[in-house]
C-alpha cells in the first residue's frame, strides 16, 4: 500500500512548486515510517521464562517489550492511515496542471476570438466607408446633369402683352409709351419697363414701340 502511494507521489512530482512540497513532506513522513518499520523488524522476539517468581519488594518494571511491539504496529497502522487521508487530501492537486491547461487552452480561444471579432469589425468599417464613398459619389454624378438645351424664344404679339399701348407721345424732348393696365394709365419711357416687359426703343415719327422679354424674342408694334 504504501509502495504504490509512493508511486503515485512520484508520478506528481512535475507538478507545480506548491505542490511538490507538499509532495515532499508527504514523502519525508513515508520515510520516517518505513524507518520506523525496520527499526521494528530488527528487535529481538520476546523471549518467555518459566522460572518461578522469586517474591520481591514491589518495584515499577518497564514495559513489557511483546506489549511495546504491539503499540508500535498500532501506531503504524495509524500512520499508515493518515497518510492515506492525507494522500486522499492532497490528490486532487495532481488534477491542478490538466486543470490549468484547460484554461491556458480556454484563454487562447478567447483571445483568438477577440481578434477574430475586432478583424471582422474593421473589415465591417473598412466596407462602410467604400459603400458611403459610392453613395457619396452616384449622389454627386446625379446632381452633375447634362444642362438643358437652350430654349428657344417664342416670337411674342400684342395679346401677350399685360398692358394696352395707348399712344407715343413726346414733351420737352423726351418721348413717352403711354400705357394702360388693370384701369390705370402709366407713362414709360425708352429703357423703362413694365411687368417684365422692357421697351428697347420708341419711334415718336413712326408710332412704334419695340418691347423685349426674357421668355421671347424681341416684338414690335404700331401704336395707334
Request: proline share 7%.
Amino acid at each position: 500500500m504504501i509502495s504504490s502511494q509512493l508511486d503515485r507521489l512520484h508520478r506528481g512530482w512535475n507538478a507545480s512548486p506548491g505542490i511538490r512540497l507538499s509532495l515532499a513532506a508527504a514523502l519525508l513522513l513515508v520515510l520516517g515510517l518505513i524507518g520506523i518499520g525496520i527499526y521494528i523488524a530488527q528487535l529481538p522476539a520476546p523471549e518467555t521464562r518459566d522460572e518461578t517468581p522469586v517474591a520481591t519488594p514491589a518495584v515499577v518494571s518497564e514495559m513489557d517489550p511483546a506489549k511495546e511491539f504491539l503499540l508500535l504496529q498500532t501506531r503504524i497502522a495509524a500512520l499508515q492511515d493518515e497518510l492515506a487521508a492525507f494522500y486522499q487530501f492532497i490528490e486532487p492537486l495532481f488534477q491542478v496542471p490538466n486543470q490549468l491547461d484547460k484554461v491556458k487552452a480556454q484563454l487562447d480561444n478567447a483571445i483568438d476570438s477577440d481578434a477574430l471579432q475586432a478583424a471582422e469589425a474593421n473589415l465591417q468599417q473598412q466596407l462602410n466607408e467604400i459603400l458611403q464613398q459610392q453613395v457619396t459619389l452616384l449622389t454627386t454624378l446625379s446632381e452633375q446633369r447634362a444642362p438643358e438645351p437652350a430654349k428657344i424664344p417664342s416670337t411674342p404679339t400684342a395679346a401677350d402683352l399685360p398692358f394696352t399701348p395707348v399712344s407715343i407721345d413726346r414733351w420737352n424732348g423726351y418721348t413717352y409709351l403711354w400705357i394702360r393696365a388693370q384701369e390705370q394709365e402709366v407713362l414709360l419711357a425708352e429703357g423703362e419697363s413694365f411687368d417684365d416687359w422692357r421697351i428697347t426703343q420708341l419711334d415718336f415719327e413712326n408710332q412704334q414701340v419695340q418691347f423685349q422679354h426674357t421668355d421671347f424674342s424681341p416684338l414690335t408694334i404700331h401704336v395707334r
